[in-house]
């Protein structure tokens, strides 16, 4: 079998065993990774009765059939299960890394993960191996402390990780690895907590099979090169070279150009004036290094080490997305908070962009009246207050005090508070939007609108739209007005969305 491996462990953490299985005929109907993995939900789980935090729900990881080789980015790994956040209940969530390529390296496509441990537990695969070790030390720990433990403990290996909000069943916890990436959305951290799984650890020693390994090889490096070659194309070019240097945040002024950028709890929308810190100061005076997932030649990742009495940390990233919505939705521009604020969520294990747009929600509660003080215990949630934040978020990730009702996330919270509070919570299917403001793109409006998930531009991001080339929404679509962003066409449109999200079930 080439580009995967033939093989799926189908996990039980309530009895500690495992099974083997072929994966040769699913891949005769799907091509693995997205797509196998959202069969496999169906297939292992009665999603109609079945609830986020019961012991029959079952985590889905799978790796895609380009994951482990050489082709450049190729390093995504998938989860699927049945969430807590979204009130449809899909979860799905995405990651880079090497954790993917490492699961493939061990020779593994597919982990299908159920029931519930008796006790705290982590996963140690090496090759065929599988382990089920205590994390009874882990239980309670931040995931820095813990992945340098495990890392310690298991030389050479990749983690996935939990972190104190997944143990506290915060419905926005995410799933962590390699310092800067996260499985981000739909509350994943807190199903792995309901089932006392703190982690994953792999380490591989295998290859990957390719049918013509020197033409694949050759393949892959002038792939590289074009994503990195000035002349190959103007969109390639400056969103390498924009990228390469500040990562995502980079891209927040030419997205604000488009009136994508939200601002102030979705009240504004475009190019925010007081952002500079926020977009070019972390890449030229913050980041250290750059960091890249596997085989990716942008390296859009960053890792820092903030020095300052009051907010001094160290963690990585942040990705436009969490200064987005950390930032312009809450109206701080002080680069040193939001930083402190990525690495206060990414060492709780939650969700940077649900976080963001929970404090940007309650600031605008406050601002009209609908909470006072007293719902946020003391304290006072103005426009820009990112020290309130930081005091709040220690409170959602541990459920103390009123952060357990606010770990619901801002929709089930409105959803207690009534109507008029529910009116100030701009999200889909109960999840909070990420950084974009659709108003101003019809692709991604539809999209949005036809993800099961909610607000999702990783399943299928309509890419010819937002950097507006008509030539590229030709060439997928039969349609320019597919790639104009000023366009209403509706079949130019829905192929649009049709063709990306077919491209986007790969990974």
């Not at 309530?14 to 005929?25: I, K, N, S």
């Not at 390529?101 to 065929?128: C, H, M, R, S």
Request: charged fraction near 20%.
């Amino acid at each position: 079998m080439y580009g995967n491996t033939g093989k799926m462990a189908k996990i039980d953490l309530t009895r500690g065993t495992y099974t083997v299985e072929d994966t040769a005929p699913y891949f005769k109907k799907y091509l693995g990774g997205r797509a196998l993995n959202h069969i496999l939900l169906f297939r292992e789980t009665d999603t109609a009765k079945v609830q986020p935090f019961d012991p029959e729900n079952v985590i889905v990881f799978g790796a895609g059939p380009l994951g482990g080789t050489t082709w450049p980015s190729s390093g995504r790994f998938q989860a699927t299960f049945i969430a807590p956040l979204p009130y449809s209940g899909w979860g799905d969530t995405n990651v880079g890394g090497a954790i993917g390529p490492e699961l493939k390296f061990a020779g593994w496509d597919t982990l299908v993960i159920k029931g519930k441990a008796p006790q705290p537990t982590y996963l140690y695969i090496e090759n065929d191996k599988i382990e089920f070790r205590s994390a009874e030390d882990l239980w309670g720990k931040g995931v820095d402390e813990c992945t340098m433990i495990l890392h310690q403990r298991h030389l050479g290996s990749e983690v996935l990780l939990i972190g104190p909000a997944g143990e506290n069943l915060v419905k926005f916890a995410n799933i962590r690895t390699h310092r800067t990436s996260s499985m981000g959305r739909t509350g994943g951290g807190a199903v792995m907590g309901s089932k006392n799984l703190k982690g994953i650890v792999i380490k591989g020693t295998k290859g990957v099979k390719i049918y013509d390994p020197n033409k694949f090889l050759e393949l892959s490096l002038q792939c590289q090169k074009d994503l990195m070659d000035p002349n190959f194309g103007m969109v390639h070019s400056l969103t390498y070279k924009i990228m390469s240097k500040y990562g995502t945040p980079g891209l927040t002024r030419l997205i604000g150009q488009t009136g994508m950028v939200p601002i102030k709890n979705w009240n504004q929308c475009g190019i925010w004036a007081q952002d500079t810190e926020l977009v070019e100061y972390i890449g030229d005076k913050i980041w250290k290094r750059n960091d890249a997932c596997y085989t990716c030649p942008v390296h859009c990742h960053g890792a820092y080490r903030l020095e300052d009495p009051v907010y001094g940390c160290f963690s990585g990233g942040p990705e436009y997305e969490t200064t987005c919505a950390l930032g312009h939705k809450c109206l701080e521009p002080r680069s040193k908070l939001v930083l402190k604020l990525n690495a206060m969520c990414n060492d709780l294990g939650m969700d940077t962009v649900e976080a963001g747009n929970l404090f940007a929600t309650l600031m605008e509660w406050f601002e009209k009246g609908i909470i006072d003080e007293k719902f946020t215990e003391g304290i006072v949630l103005t426009w820009g207050n990112g020290d309130g934040m930081i005091n709040l978020l220690e409170k959602i990730g541990k459920g103390e005090g009123c952060g357990k009702m606010l770990g619901e996330g801002p929709y089930w919270v409105g959803k207690k508070l009534g109507e008029e509070a529910l009116k100030y919570v701009y999200h889909q299917k109960g999840m909070c939007a990420t950084g974009v403001e659709t108003r101003s793109t019809i692709g991604s409006m539809l999209q949005f609108a036809l993800s099961p998930r909610g607000s999702h531009h990783l399943s299928g991001l309509p890419t010819a739209e937002w950097v507006n080339i008509p030539a590229v929404a030709v060439h997928t679509t039969g349609f320019a007005e597919a790639g104009d962003i000023r366009s209403y066409h509706p079949e130019a449109k829905a192929r649009l969305v049709q063709f990306y999200e077919n491209l986007f079930e790969l990974p």
